[in-house]
């Protein structure tokens, strides 16, 4: 999620599944707030993906979304939102070489 300020795509659905299991936060901002502070400690998480689940659960409050306990709408948010990310990069970087003749 580059242009959005996201996270990267560093963790599966799993992880998030697991830290659901682990935390009963009603906000994007406790979610985040325990992504940072227990995440490291969550079965199989990596403190790479606490980071990058910290910044992407964040963005989700930061854009509007409605919080949602159910690690799998949470993921598909996500997801969605790393796709249109993706695909902006990608018309950015189209735009540019057709502009200027090179890579950005």
């Given at each position: 999620?580059?242009?959005?300020k996201?996270?990267?795509?560093?963790?599966?659905?799993?992880?998030i599944?697991?830290?659901?299991e682990d935390?009963?936060?009603?906000?994007?901002d406790?979610?985040?707030?325990?992504?940072?502070?227990?995440?490291?400690?969550?079965?199989h998480v990596?403190?790479e993906?606490?980071?990058?689940?910290?910044?992407?659960?964040?963005?989700?409050?930061?854009v509007?979304e409605k919080?949602?306990?159910?690690p799998?709408?949470v993921?598909?948010?996500?997801?969605?939102y790393r796709?249109?990310d993706?695909?902006?990069?990608?018309?950015?970087?189209?735009?540019?070489k057709?502009?200027?003749?090179?890579?950005?």
């Amino acid at each position: 999620m580059k242009g959005k300020k996201g996270g990267t795509a560093s963790y599966d659905i799993s992880d998030i599944r697991q830290i659901f299991e682990d935390t009963d936060a009603k906000s994007w901002d406790e979610l985040s707030s325990f992504i940072r502070s227990e995440g490291e400690s969550v079965w199989h998480v990596t403190s790479e993906e606490a980071d990058n689940m910290a910044k992407d659960v964040e963005l989700l409050r930061d854009v509007g979304e409605k919080f949602t306990s159910d690690p799998e709408e949470v993921y598909s948010l996500i997801e969605r939102y790393r796709s249109e990310d993706s695909a902006r990069d990608e018309h950015g970087k189209s735009l540019w070489k057709k502009l200027f003749g090179v890579e950005e």
